[in-house]
């Protein structure tokens, strides 16, 4: 066959002369099919292998593009996914400012009401700009490891707070809001302490201090900064939060004194609040606050959520119970005040190790809290520190506990663990107290820091605000005449 | 060319006589070239066909890997959203405690407030630690169709309650947590019948028993048991939380009697509530917590949450609606307390029906419990019934009712059906009064259930608390000196 | 060997004489045989291509139907994630109800406390079921560009509402539910404006009406009408709901005339509320209700919300913080009130551009939003339209300033956008003002809108409801005699 298509080629070759530029062409055409013809088994393997190398590829390449962008749409959703839970968390951790502001005023006096409410309210606004404006940078940005220098004013980029990009990370501004809402927790817990006698202006000068100096002290364990390093364990902020908010309310309370009338010789006279019905609705919203404060430090959405939800509830419910037994016990009458606080004490406690400590761990950590608390408000009480709503005793004392309990219940338990918590104990402790005593003696220097004695007596509602709480209440003995006895 | 190759590897055999010892391998070598050289065009067939299914097979099996892996993660994420939901579900049922205290706070007295508060606020912790030990065992452990053995102090393990495990299923944690969640609203809704004369210990102890017979009633139809097996259908509890308190609450009325003063002769004396404003706040935060209470009953994150959404609502809205115009119809004013009532008769009549009736349905059983609940209230009257908060009307009767819609209105709507869950309701119904009574008499002929009537008309907060809700609350009459006239 | 197959076949065949009726088909095969056998190479070569791409097809098959399952699946759980989100967020916003209830009745006189919590809670009922029957087709149904004319009492069909099917868009009963939500916010807002004067009967027939005209007008901008093709943008509706009802309350207002002794001669006598800790609480939850209402605005769960979040939660605190500080200087003293307004005023501004604007312009809108409240109340004062809680100021200034803020600092800033915001402002402005005063007119002329003297200087509690809200609330000077002082 081979001789015969040569012939036939050289064939239209001559009867071609027209084309004679174009034989070289024609030739090497020529010897590629001779060459083909002779390799003919080689080139039927060769392609065949290549046929099924490349359909495969094709087929691959095809695919992987497909499965790719599934995979990218399915990391995005948990990204979002990650979004509306920390949105959820940081709104109820925003209610838990209803929750303080109602606790606080409701334990307190009529006359000052407008005054706890105004600070409460505003202390949030505040607060809130001024993390925006210094606190975020300082507790989340990149520097040494004592105090973060950058990411003032919100900058988008995640890495300058430590975080991975969208959708792997949060967002940096969902991330902002769940921190701010922290922040601000941390400034109402001082609130509770030097209610009825503080400086309107003077405490709001405060708060704005103490967040820049809870954000310098956060950056050492959430910001990646030296107890961190140290392996410092505070999953939501048993001591970041509460005993840092604890020792200000402790330092604070110390440097104001006492109220009017609370301590007089030996005798330490009750100062009921106004209306419990408020307090133990704060009481309440507090507990449902805790379950975005705890479970969205988890900072994503997953399995671990609900474990920490239930280690909180738990450690609540046994905090609240012993509080309620033990006052029981000791006072012939379960007190409702007790019952708030010792809730709050458990919630309090379980909080640096709500996501490491079983169960059983977790009720033996909100026990000690429940029995704890009841003790150290009649402590601070002997040492004629007046903290009118217990904030002292609920966030300083099972602040502390709670971060010692990791040392003990956690998933690192042992002696090195517990010395490293209370290292971070120490370290927290130290630096809140000094920083805090010289911005409240500042203040008192200056400023000054509590009203007068008749502005005490007499209320803060009205020689600070000019209003009063419940204008033209009045007392109704009898129902109204409508109201008529319904006869069978 | 074959004879030419056997020429070329007899001569190489010859040239090398060193390896003569490795002529076997060589000879197996050259017959298998001679093989291949016989049958080239089958080997270049078959192995080209061998290419075509290997690399089929390799590009299958690189992608499969990456798409079964992907398939794991978007199941996950599934099992996370579905958590999420839950515990955003479980914050709102456990928020409705806050609605049930301040709704029974405010539609009593004064002078009963601390005790009410103090009730409610520690019946949820100990119903959360009972549930936690034996209630969630009995309720959804394994065991017989009438009660759960297994289970107790929560094990981790999803089969025990019947659960798939995670991601297909719930975590145990969430779901421990909404249940507890439900089992302590069922408590609270005796707390507001047997309100202002029942002892506080008695109570407490009446509360952790009862939780304990809610979980056994509570198998028969939620946890598998015998109800669930006869195809009875409360999807959120009508009669599984709603009847059953209802029952409780009926029982303990009874046998505790009515409050000093309310019926004297043939006359019924209204007992008004003491503040309004919270109890309305209360019904509010009720209403949301609904939210919670049935989209969540779905155990899982889909579209069917927004359809009970909206039935759950429209009931509640068509109840408030009713109530308000029949009793306005009735009495001649728009009485505060019917729109409050009627609402929640909306809401407990939809409970059992909300995933499986049209909308008009809905409004329909919302319409009848606004109407059910008015008259329910005088009923309860007539018979010297006293319910200080009219849970018995709320929960009770529209819970009954709200079971038997599911016969009426429901998707298997039909005699059949109604029978079917006309024994479960007699069932609930039975267990409970037996069970609640038997309890209630062994507490009153122990501990005794009531107080004195000199508590009772003093007030139950001095003698049982030694607090009162509102100290040092002051009538003012006239505005603070500082609130001056504006001249314009 | 072709010759010898073809011997063995012939033999095979004369041995088989019974067969001889199937000799064609014998022949045929023998033919095919030897084609393929001639093409033997061909075969092959075809064979293995065959092969090559009938593998890989396969594959890609085999792959293709569980990638395609696998996409369907992510596409439904982002649908699942939307809804749920979308359920928080009308939570939220149906909590709002119980925050305006709250801020109202604080701010108003005891005397009149139990109408306006009926009020509230009755006109979400109300609301809710107009919006059900007829609202949602108004506003949404298909029809002109401005009014929606059909899908009354819902349809299930998506695309009547303008939605996408499930899951790429929500499901109509999510998106019924938020949208039914914001209706009964804009119903509310009006309720505060003409407080302690108006007729019940009155003020529930207006509230129906309103929100049709509400639902027409929100065709205009939300349900692609006339002001959407134009451009005009109000992401969660400053002027969709906020303006429209401030615009409602005002006209409102000014029909009713002041309450009896507002003003007097030039003097303007201020009438303080009667319970600021629960006015506190409702600014609190109507805060967190603004979670729902603006990121839920996105009406869909993605990185977005969170940006929204921030922009709402800066612009908030920015208004209090200006308010409060502006009337401290403008009246020597810090108002509970102006902080109260200035945050409210600050989450109104902020609503029409949430989406857009930068964290900067977020703050700068609140600020001056806060500013604007504080003269906006006094302004109104010396116009003599009395508006007990600051309805009007909140609401119609910052839903108006907010909505051209849009024209400011949005996306698409310009004096362009600027004139088209002023477009909306001014229809949605002159459409509610004619609407609601003919309403209120029709009314007055027929039923009466306002109480008389006697009842209104009473309490509209007692002659409107047969009931006051704090019924034996009674003085409490003395702790009780078991409050006793503690010796140390």
Sequence with gaps: MSSHTEQHVKRRESSSPATGGDTRYY???????QWINQHRLRVVFLT????????????????????????????????????????????????????????????????NAVNILSKNIIVFGLALLTYWAVGFGFMFGQGTSIIGLSGFFISGDSATYGLDPFPTGLPVTIFFLFQAAFAATSATIVSGAVAERIRFDAFLIFSVV????????????????????????????????????????????????????????????????HNLSLATLGCLILWIGWFGFNPGSELA???????????????????????????????????LGMVINGILAGLVGITASCNQVSFV??????????????????????????DPVGAISVHLCNGVWGTLAVGIFGANAGIQQFWIQL??????????????????????????????????????????????????????DEAPSSLIETKL
Tied chains: 1, 2, 3.
């Excluded at 359909?55 to 095809?62: C, G, L, P, R, V």
């Excluded at 909100?366 to 002997?382: E, K, N, P, Q, T």
């Excluded at 509590?450 to 509602?461: A, K, N, P, S, W």
Aim: hydrophobic content about 50%; aromatic content about 12%; some cysteine.
């Design 301 to 335: 959405a997953n399995e671990n959520i609900a474990y920490i939800a239930i280690t909180t509830n738990l450690a609540g419910a046994a905090g609240g119970t012993v509080a309620t037994f033990v006052s029981w016990f000791k006072n012939k009458k379960p007190d």
């Design 27 to 33: 030739d090497a055409l020529v010897r590629l099919m």
């Design 210 to 273: 103490n967040i820049a100096f809870y954000c310098i002290s956060g950056k050492w364990s959430w910001g990646g900064g030296w107890l961190a390093d140290l392996g410092f364990a505070d999953f939501a902020g048993s001591t970041v939060v509460h005993s840092v908010g604890g020792w200000s309310a402790l330092v604070g309370a110390i440097v104001l004194g006492a109220r009017y009338g609370k301590y007089e010789g030996r005798l330490v006279k009750p100062i009921p609040g």
């Design 361 to 386: 761990s977790a009720i033996i950590i909100g026990c000690i809290s429940g029995c704890l608390v009841v003790f150290a408000i009649d402590f601070f009480d002997a040492l004629r520190i007046d």
């Design 423 to 476: 290292v971070g104990v120490v370290a927290y402790g130290s630096f809140t107290v000094v920083t805090g005593y010289l911005c409240w003696l500042a203040l008192k220097l200056t400023l000054g820091i509590r009203v007068h004695d008749y502005e005490e007596i007499e209320g803060l509602d009205i020689h600070e605000h000019g209003q009063i709480a419940y204008a033209g209440f009045s007392m109704v």
């Design 48 to 111: 065949s292998i290549w046929c099924a190398i490349a359909f495969s590829t094709f087929t691959f390449a095809q695919e992987s593009v497909s499965v790719e962008a599934l995979a990218e749409q399915v990391a995005l959703q948990q990204g979002n996914l990650n979004v509306v839970f920390i949105l959820v968390c940081a709104t109820l951790v925003v209610f838990m400012n209803a929750g303080f502001g109602m606790l606080e005023v409701g334990m307190c006096r009529q006359k």
